[in-house]
């Protein structure tokens, strides 16, 4: 109960400052004896409170973005909702060759975003054209997908979000990071909505995991917001070669 606790807490911090919190607290439900499925929608349940935690935390920055979180918020249910199907329907293993794939991409465009980002400017200012204040209807398809992808496992979900967005919008890191945590709070909210009615969840790990991960919202939000870009990007990229890691290494055991 106390490793459940700590990794929800851990969790928490680390997905509303980055993401990948669920490589965090899934290996450890599986290690106190949940079977796969029930482990991943007890995490998606126990996790949405550190998801709200953690928006809440970040509403300053969240001042002003109302409908742009609302636009891209119906594509990330819809996502979410069609991943949590795929995960009562599909094999465990559907996603694994696809997963670090996946993360690898994202961590890609976190490190090419900047310059991708003065690439895209300096076109708007020769031609003139005021470009997609939204990101465009690549941004919200790319959303979309990657929140089927949240709905059906979530791991490095907030770092494939927060590539997408720092590439297509023009806005702070800290800004699109607010917007990343509730983003994860509707998908996680939507999957774990359809898990109650169709799934079973080990409700004692639902609690330490709702309990921790709201206080590890709240401490990922104060020390979050203090981050400077450079260092926010920096420890996105660690955190997700951490997680490419971690999901590569049972294949190669």
């Known amino acids: 109960m106390l490793a459940v606790l700590g990794a929800g807490v851990i969790a928490g911090a680390v997905n509303t400052v980055v993401g990948s919190g669920t490589l965090v607290t899934f290996p450890v439900l599986l290690a106190v004896g949940l079977p796969p499925v029930t482990a991943t929608v007890s995490n998606a349940l126990g996790l949405i409170p550190g998801s709200v935690s ?15 979180v609302a636009r891209l918020g119906v594509g990330a249910g819809i996502g979410g909702l069609a991943g949590a199907i795929l995960l009562l329907t599909l094999p465990s293993t559907a996603f694994e060759s696809v ?42 398809s790319g959303l979309t997908l990657a929140s089927v992808y949240g709905g059906y496992f979530a791991a490095a979900q907030g770092i494939i979000y927060m590539a997408l967005m720092g590439m297509l919008l023009d806005d702070s890191a800290q800004r699109l990071n607010a ?42 939000a104060t020390a979050g917001r203090r981050l400077k870009p450079p260092v926010l990007r920096v420890l996105v990229l660690g955190v997700g070669v951490v997680s490419i890691g971690q999901l590569l290494l049972p294949r190669l055991a």
């Open 54 to 68: 953690g928006a809440i935390g970040y509403r300053r920055e969240l001042a002003g973005q109302g409908r742009r």
């Open 99 to 140: 997963v670090p794939a996946l993360v690898a991409l994202a961590l890609i465009l976190v490190v090419l975003q900047p310059r991708i980002s003065r690439h895209v400017r300096r076109r708007r200012e020769v031609t003139g054209e005021p470009g997609h204040r939204g990101g465009g209807l690549l941004l919200s």
């Open 179 to 220: 917007v990343k945590n509730v983003l994860v709070a509707v998908v996680n909210t939507v999957a774990a909505l359809l898990f109650l009615v169709v799934a079973d969840f080990d409700w004692t790990a639902v609690a330490l995991l709702a309990g921790g991960s709201a206080l590890g919202g709240q401490i990922g």
